[in-house]
């Protein structure tokens, strides 16, 4: 399957909007692994200010049909300074993925790491130390993944984002060679 990933202006809004929509709905009615909201989160408020922030992507097939999307950027939302990184960084030195999701009619056909590799490729393109993310406690499918792609555990912490459900975040990193500078 050919795949493409697009940098999402508002012409992609709609796109967007129906993919999550569909994700937080099959979500809901089967093991909600990261505890999305449909209609809350991801909503199309939340992707609307990511696509005016230049943030979201999309990953189309080569029918041009939308099949996942994430969000890349330098905010961790949180506080990943009380992180257990192998490697100290200051925020700006590592690009964050957020909101990674892959239509459920989707799945298994590579989509979810060819959308990691390309954040991993473009932070290392763009001279970053490291690609960091947060995975919700008990997100069995997104822990795989990302270690699969090479991600090695960074610890579980309070990243204090003030939400109730999920006190604590499993952290997860993948230093490059210049990291350490």
Not at 63 to 84: H, I, R, T
Not at 102 to 110: D, Q
Not at 121 to 127: L, V
Request: with cysteine; aromatic share 10%.
């Amino acid at each position: 399957m050919t795949k493409q990933i697009i940098k999402c202006g508002m012409e992609q809004l709609d796109a967007l909007d129906t993919l999550y929509d569909r994700v937080t709905e099959y979500l809901e009615n089967t093991i909600n692994y990261p505890i999305w909201t449909r209609g809350e989160y991801p909503c199309r408020e939340s992707i609307k200010n990511a696509v005016l922030r230049g943030e979201q992507y999309i990953c189309i097939d080569e029918d041009g049909a939308a099949v996942g999307a994430f969000v890349l950027n330098e905010d961790p939302a949180g506080d990943y300074g009380s992180g257990g990184w192998s490697v100290q960084l200051e925020e700006g030195e590592y690009l964050i993925i957020h909101t990674l999701a892959v239509l459920p009619e989707s799945a298994g056909r590579g989509i979810g790491g060819y959308m990691v590799r390309y954040c991993i490729d473009k932070a290392r393109n763009e001279g970053y130390k490291a690609v960091r993310l947060d995975v919700v406690p008990g997100n069995i499918p997104a822990r795989r993944l990302y270690e699969k792609e090479g991600f090695m555990f960074a610890g579980k912490k309070d990243l204090r984002r003030g939400i109730a459900a999920i006190p604590e975040f499993e952290l997860y990193e993948l230093n490059f060679d210049n990291a350490g500078e």
